[in-house]
């Protein structure tokens, strides 16, 4: 699987949008980018994933650049509870070697009033 | 609230002591995952179930023993552990099989101390 490459920290204000970048120059044409959270004490939580186009859904936006060499999560009106470790993770989705689906160091987001 | 239950919540074994995790999803996943996450590190893949047959493990020792009684159980069998294997190990389930891009859902782990 392609590996990424995320900023280790970022800081946003609560009500602004959060632009968090992740850069997979080596992605291949069959793998995915997904985006995962974690907050502190829990489990990871799936938040997004797409192949080429832009998605959307009620967490986030995910904007694919046209060549895939990165992307950008949106979380559009950050909250206090959005604070937490967000991972960018390329995978073919497979269960097989093909495709597992492996944690990098992610982004530590931290929301403030 | 999660909708992969993973048990016991918090765990302190010996380093002679068996014990057993358990994972159970109720969603008709096909694939179940293992991994473990080290303090302040990100989730470590260790095994992968697929239709109930082990597909992956990432050279895991056999001091971890995994299990797939059935397609909505999961067990991970602890054995002869080292003080370093303490960390908290997460269990997922996806869909699996033809929708093999299907995201991951994960329990809240299970919080292991090996004294």
């Known amino acids: 699987d392609a590996k990424t490459t995320q900023p280790t920290s970022m800081d946003c204000a609560e009500g602004r949008a959060a632009n968090l970048p992740c850069n997979h120059s080596?992605?291949?044409?069959?793998?995915?980018v997904y985006w995962y959270r974690q907050i502190h004490s829990q489990g990871p939580q799936y938040i997004i994933h797409?192949?080429?186009n832009n998605e959307t859904n009620e967490m986030a936006s995910l904007i694919i650049t046209e060549d895939r060499k990165s992307s950008t999560l949106i979380l559009p009106h950050a909250t206090l509870r959005d604070t937490a470790v967000y991972y960018c993770?390329?995978?073919?989705?497979?269960?097989?070697?093909?495709?597992?689906?492996?944690f990098g160091a992610g982004t530590q987001v931290v929301v403030t009033p | 609230d999660t909708e992969v239950t993973q048990t016991p919540k918090h765990l302190v074994m010996g380093m002679t002591n068996k014990k057993s995790l358990k994972c159970e999803q109720h969603m008709g996943h096909r694939a179940m995952y293992w991994y473990k996450q080290k303090a302040k590190k990100p989730p470590e893949l260790m095994f992968v179930y697929s239709y109930e047959k082990l597909s992956i493990n990432e050279s895991v020792p056999s001091r971890f023993s995994p299990e797939c009684p059935n397609s909505s159980l999961l067990n991970l069998h602890l054995h002869a552990l080292q003080p370093e294997d303490s960390a908290l190990y997460l269990c997922?389930?996806?869909?699996?099989?033809?929708?093999?891009?299907?995201?991951?859902?994960f329990g809240n782990g299970t919080r292991l101390t090996v004294t």
């Open positions: 797409g192949l080429k």
């Open positions: 993770i390329v995978s073919r989705g497979a269960t097989d070697s093909w495709g597992k689906l492996q």
């Open positions: 080596t992605i291949s044409g069959n793998e995915y």
């Open positions: 997922a389930s996806s869909q699996g099989g033809y929708s093999y891009n299907s995201p991951l859902h």
